[in-house]
């Protein structure tokens, strides 16, 4: 089955840290840019970093730069987000997303949730 499946949520509080995986299945992440968004409660989804399929170009989000870290293994099949220094605006759902570099379709996880609180 092709899909994506996110890991790594929880509770933290602020200041702290926590990494997301990104794990698919299905399809290799080697020709596929992968990406996290995140949707807080009552807003829309955004995106917060992407890595190219290569890893040459990576781009964040001016809320998460410099804060969190987008990384990728290809041999893996993985896609990481390391965040830390995390703050009350960062509680949200975090979403893995792989789009085709080249031909196919793309994938969305069901979300991983990170609740910052004290």
């Known amino acids: 089955q092709e899909r994506v499946v996110e890991s790594g949520g929880g509770k933290v509080q602020p200041g702290g840290s926590l990494k997301l995986s990104c794990a698919a299945s299905?399809?290799?992440?080697?020709?596929?840019?992968m990406s996290w968004y995140r949707q807080a409660e009552g807003k829309q989804r955004e995106m917060i970093a992407s890595?190219?399929?290569?890893?040459?170009?990576?781009f964040y989000a001016d809320s998460v730069k410099g804060r969190f870290t987008i990384e990728r293994d290809n041999d893996k099949n993985e896609a990481y987000l390391q965040m830390t220094g995390l703050k009350l605006e960062d509680s949200a759902v975090y979403y893995c997303?792989?789009?085709?570099?080249?031909?196919?379709?793309?994938?969305w996880g069901k979300g991983t949730l990170v609740t910052v609180s004290p």
């Open positions: 890595i190219s399929h290569l890893s040459g170009n990576i």
């Open positions: 997303h792989a789009s085709p570099a080249f031909l196919g379709r793309d994938y």
């Open positions: 299905g399809f290799l992440t080697r020709g596929y840019h």
